[in-house]
């Protein structure tokens, strides 16, 4: 599975943003799929996941601002980002994950960076 993740930028505090995220290769043996972001000397931090049947999680610093979204079909997967804060500056990073044979055990793949800057 190969992700390509797109959209980022700078805004002010309060505008909009929307990343989008497209997959490629053995895409249908996708399960999960989110955004994860990373500061500079930090770990790396759930932002928001779905399930393939519709179920979301979101980190609780930006729940109520960003939605995820998700086609099936085409198996790619979009944050709308609303609100942003200063805070939310960092690079966002695409995750899906596949099942694998062993029971619970998922085999996770990373898209590249986009940057995503907020300033007050």
């Known amino acids: 599975v190969q992700l390509q993740a797109s959209g980022g930028g700078s805004v002010q505090a309060g505008g909009s943003l929307r990343l989008y995220c497209a997959s490629s290769g053995n895409i249908g043996s996708i399960d999960g799929m989110g955004w994860y972001r990373q500061g500079t000397g930090e770990q790396r931090e759930l932002v928001a996941s779905t399930t393939r049947s519709g179920r979301t999680n979101y980190a609780s610093s930006v729940e109520g601002r960003f939605t995820i979204s998700r086609d099936n079909a085409k198996n790619t997967v979009s944050l709308q980002m609303n609100n942003l804060k200063p805070e939310d500056t960092d690079v966002y990073y695409c995750?899906?994950?596949?099942?694998?044979?062993?029971?619970?055990?998922?085999?996770?793949?990373w898209g590249q960076g986009t940057l995503v800057t907020v300033s007050s």
């Open positions: 995750q899906a994950d596949t099942p694998t044979k062993i029971a619970g055990l998922s085999r996770w793949f």
